[in-house]
C-alpha cells in the first residue's frame, strides 16, 4: 500500500513543482509537463509493493531483479537503470539495512522506500534546494539528472554516517562500562560482541554501496551524464563511503582486542577458580585419607589383639602398640595422600 506520493520537479517553462499524493493515477498524465521529475514512494513493504508501481510507469525491469543484490545492486538496460541503496538504521544494538530502490528513465527518477527509511531520510526535505539550484545551473537534460540522482546517493550516505555514529557511540559506552569494572565482564563481552555483529552487518552494506557507487562512476549508463565535472560528484560520494569504511574497521578493530582482553581474563580467572577448588578437594580427600587410616589401623589392631591369650595382661603394652602404629601409619597416609594429590595438580 502506497502510504505517500512526492512529486519534486521542473516545468517545461523553468518553475519549480512540488505536490503531494496518495494517488498515483492522478500524478502520472503530468508527467509529460515536465523537463526532470523525481517521484518519490513511501510503501509498507518495498519488496512485494514496488512490483505493481513499476509497472504503471511501463517500466519491464523486474524489481526482484534490482532487489537481488546483496544490500546493493545496478541494474542497466540502457532506457532504464534500476538501483538499491541500503539506508541503515540502529536500534537496540541491532543493524538493519532497508533498502532504497531507485529506478532513473528519461527525465524521471523514481525512488520507493518503507516507513522506517521515511522516518530518516526524508529525501524530499531537500528537494525544493535542489531543484532551484538545478534551475540556475547551465546544465539541462541527463546532467541535471544526473546532479539529482547524485545528490539522492550523497543523502543517503549521510544518514549511513549518522548511523555509524550512533554505533561508535554504543560502543563507547561499553568501553566506559568496561573501565568502571561495575559491569560484569561475561556481560561487556556479550555487549561488545552484539556490535561488533552490527559493525560487520553495517561494512558489508557500505561495501556493497560502494562497489554501486563505482559501477555507477565509471560503467558509462546511458541515463546518467557522460560529462567528466558531473560525474565527479560520485566521487564525493565514494571518499565519503571510504571513510565510513576506515572508520568501522578502526572500531572493529578496537572492540576486536577488548573482547580479547576480557576473554582472557575470564579465562584466568576461571582458571584461579578451578585451582581453588581442585585444591580445597585434595585438602579434603587427604585429611579423609587420614581419618580412615586412623580408624581402620586402631581397629584392625584391635581385632588381632583380641585374639592375644591373657592380652589383660600386657593392656599397657599393647596399647602403646595401638597408639604408635596409628600415629605411624596416619603420617605415612598423610604424606602419601598428599605426595599424590599434589603430583595432579
Do not use: C
Not at 506520493?5 to 516545468?11: C, E, F, P, R
Not at 525512488?111 to 547551465?138: A, T
Amino acid at each position: 500500500m502506497i502510504k505517500n506520493l512526492k512529486l519534486a520537479a521542473l516545468s517545461l517553462d523553468g518553475k519549480p513543482v512540488k505536490e503531494q499524493s496518495s494517488n498515483i493515477n492522478q500524478l502520472i498524465p503530468t508527467l509529460k509537463n515536465f523537463s526532470l521529475s523525481w517521484l518519490e514512494f513511501v510503501v509498507d513493504n518495498v519488496q512485494s509493493e514496488s512490483k505493481e508501481i513499476i509497472k504503471q510507469f511501463g517500466i519491464t525491469l523486474d524489481p526482484s531483479v534490482v532487489l537481488g543484490g546483496y544490500y546493493s545492486n545496478y541494474e542497466d538496460e540502457g532506457d532504464v537503470l534500476g538501483i538499491t541503496i541500503p539506508l541503515i538504521y540502529f536500534s537496540g544494538g541491532m543493524v538493519d539495512p532497508s533498502p532504497v530502490l531507485i529506478y532513473i528513465s528519461k527525465n524521471n527518477i523514481i525512488s520507493i522506500q518503507d516507513e522506517n527509511v521515511e522516518k530518516l531520510l526524508r529525501l524530499s526535505n531537500f528537494s525544493d534546494g535542489i531543484m532551484k539550484k538545478l534551475l540556475q545551473s547551465k546544465e539541462t537534460g541527463v546532467d541535471r539528472q544526473t546532479i539529482l540522482f547524485a545528490r539522492i546517493i550523497d543523502e543517503i550516505a549521510e544518514r549511513n554516517y549518522d548511523t555509524l555514529r550512533l554505533i561508535v557511540e554504543r560502543a563507547q559506552t561499553i568501553e566506559i562500562d568496561m573501565s568502571s569494572g561495575k559491569t560484569p565482564n561475561k556481560e561487556i563481552t556479550e555487549k561488545m560482541t552484539q556490535i561488533k555483529r552490527a559493525i560487520l552487518t553495517f561494512l558489508t552494506a557500505i561495501w556493497a554501496t560502494r562497489t554501486t557507487v563505482h559501477s555507477l562512476r565509471y560503467g558509462d549508463p546511458e541515463m546518467l551524464s557522460d560529462e567528466e565535472s558531473i560525474l565527479s560528484k560520485f566521487d564525493i560520494v565514494l571518499a565519503d563511503l571510504d571513510r565510513q569504511i576506515q572508520l568501522a574497521e578502526q572500531v572493529l578493530e578496537v572492540l576486536s582486542t577488548s573482547v580479547n582482553v576480557i576473554q582472557t581474563k575470564l579465562t584466568l580467572e576461571d582458571n584461579v577458580i578451578q585451582t581453588n577448588i581442585t585444591n580445597r578437594l585434595s585438602m579434603i580427600i587427604l585429611w579423609l585419607t587420614v581419618i580412615g587410616t586412623a580408624v581402620l589401623v586402631p581397629n584392625t589392631l584391635a581385632t588381632v589383639f583380641a585374639i592375644i591369650p591373657n592380652s589383660e595382661s600386657i593392656f599397657n603394652e599393647l596399647m602403646l602398640i595401638l597408639i604408635a602404629s596409628t600415629i605411624f601409619s596416619s603420617a605415612i597416609a598423610y604424606l602419601s595422600a598428599k605426595k599424590i594429590l599434589g603430583s595432579k595438580k
